[in-house]
T-cell receptor, first 113, second 110 residues
């Protein structure tokens, strides 16, 4: 089944403790991206990747890192999480970019205490 | 500032009604997506539009590039259509970032 797998589904952590949210797709998509969703602010793009080893900043990249060493995986790294990074995070992929159908992961609810 | 505005913010309707959700944007765009988010959080892409009109089942999406406006229509609405519908635009200027609308919360009563 074609899917984007995001883990974990829920995560509670403390300020400053490094964490990684994983994202994997099995559709051989070139484009992958990360978003955060906050009440009143809606969805905002954090980072995106057009292909392996190619990443670029979205609207709100501060405090986040990404890597794209393999086509299928696009982890989101928070080196030193802070409470303002408490949010619902989504990973998405598409065949070549934003001008094609997007497939979303099921989301990660992150709480930073 | 690049913006996407959706209307209405909230909509409650009876089952069977014809639903229209509107999306207006302030800049030239390359593509526009309509997304659906059900309670519980998962997001599904309904349509990607760069021109014209698309139809999938009871859902129809249109875009008027000149007027910077898109609409999502639901015919014969059903309670399972209850969700938040989000419009998102990719600006034509490659230096600009994707802009999301705040969403329209739709509630269909049985």
């Amino acid at each position: 089944e074609a899917q984007v797998t995001q883990n974990p589904r829920y995560l509670i952590t403390v300020t400053g403790k490094k964490l990684t949210v994983t994202c994997s797709q099995n559709m051989n998509h070139e484009y992958m991206s990360w978003y955060r969703q906050d009440p009143g602010l809606g969805l905002r793009q954090i980072y995106y990747s057009m292909n392996v080893e190619v990443t670029d900043k979205g609207d709100v990249p501060e405090g986040y890192k990404v890597s794209r060493k393999e086509k299928r995986n696009f982890p989101l790294i928070l080196e030193s999480p802070s409470p303002n990074q408490t949010s619902l995070y989504f990973c998405a992929s598409s065949r070549t970019g934003w001008s094609e159908k997007l497939f979303f992961g099921s989301g990660t609810q992150l709480s930073v205490l | 500032k690049n913006e996407v505005e959706q209307s209405p913010q909230n909509l409650t309707a009876q089952e069977g009604e014809f639903i229209t959700i509107n999306c207006s944007y302030s800049v030239g765009i390359s593509a526009l997506h309509w997304l659906q988010q059900h309670p519980g959080g998962g997001i599904v892409s309904l349509f990607m539009l760069s021109s014209g009109k698309k139809k999938h089942g009871r859902l129809i999406a249109t875009i008027n590039i000149q007027e910077k406006h898109s609409s999502l229509h639901i015919t014969a609405s059903h309670p399972r259509d209850s969700a938040v519908y989000i419009c998102a635009a990719l600006p034509a200027n490659r230096d600009d970032k994707i802009i999301f609308g705040k969403g329209t919360r739709l509630h269909i009563l049985p």
